[in-house]
């Protein structure tokens, strides 16, 4: 366990993401995660870490069955809440309710929003990679739609997340705030020493 | 551009590392990276994205030929230097020389670690995959060494990385320091909602 520990602290800090899906038949399904990954702005793509032999077995299923999920930033107000998903509840268990989370739903995505979240993304799978290495897979997801308060839009359209509480990961279990040291400039490098495109 | 930065910020906080790598004919390099991923903890797993078309090209090289790399945590000391390594230099000019960062070896690991950075892991490659959506590349590396400071090593096996001084990104050019607003214990679950293992 120290070495587990241990091992989960390497990656660096980690986003605080809660999942939120639906199955066919209506079953709520909310889950924290804490390897949501950006992969590519265009088209807009997100990446996530799935253990299909851990708790977010439900979270896949559902996935599979309607073709949609949300991701929804853990802030401040909610990160206690958050954590409570990670604990290993039946199918049939909404953990909406055993954490004390309300869902939300937009007119286009099927899958649940977490309304205490302030910033939803609703999104489509359209990969699959198996890790053989550990048996985990890599789901590859199109960012269909995004709701996020226009306070924390800055000029250039950077969007402020620390202004919208959002906290950050470190290890299995503990939860930081942000302060933010500085917004840097695009590094441009001398032509003499620029590689070619 | 103001989407792009957007999309950029939407996955939450993200890691801040600098890989070391260095070529068969001894070109080192060193890139800033906010895509390493935790993966599992056994056998211990980091991933990373790589986008091949754009500048960690020389990276992927270099790794393909060594066969190792290093992941380093960026900390409040080093981070405007390592936001210089995000520059498209050509492949001659070595980032560790532009960016005023000193490399330093192990006897095990035959990729440059960052000498100021707090938190080092040598790692070989074990998978890629790649993801056909983007054309990048989840690049997965087995830990095979980790260097870091004792003080930071706490009772129960977790590694304070704040304490380190490590800092987080969020979009594309914004640094974050961090305050542990708490570390939450493992989520027990009443018998009678658990799944079944």
Chains 1, 2 share one sequence.
Not at 132 to 155: D, K, Q, Y
Not at 167 to 185: C, N, P, Q, W
Request: glycine residues 6%; hydrophobic residues 35%.
């Amino acid at each position: 366990m120290p070495r587990l520990k241990l091992i989960n602290c390497l990656s660096g800090f980690k986003s605080a993401n809660l999942m939120g899906t639906v199955s066919n038949d209506g079953i709520e399904n909310v889950a924290i995660f804490s390897s949501v990954v950006h992969l590519g702005s265009n088209p807009p793509l997100l990446g996530c870490i799935l253990r299909p032999h851990s708790v977010p077995r439900h979270t896949y299923e559902n996935i599979r069955e309607t073709e949609w999920y949300t991701i929804n930033h853990v802030n401040t107000n909610i990160y206690e809440q958050a954590h409570q998903t990670s604990g290993n509840y039946r199918k049939e268990i909404s953990e909406f309710d055993q954490a004390g989370l309300e869902a939300w739903y937009s007119k286009a995505c099927a899958a649940p929003y977490v309304k205490e979240s302030q910033i939803k993304i609703g999104i489509q799978p359209v990969e699959e990679h198996f890790i053989e290495a550990n048996e985990t897979m890599l789901l590859v997801g199109s960012i269909e739609e995004v709701w996020f308060p226009e306070h924390c839009r800055e000029e250039d359209g950077f969007l402020n997340i620390e202004k919208a509480e959002t906290v950050t990961i470190s290890g299995l279990d503990a939860y930081h705030s942000t302060d933010r040291l500085s917004k840097l400039e695009y590094v441009r490098v001398d032509e003499s020493m620029q590689r070619e495109q």
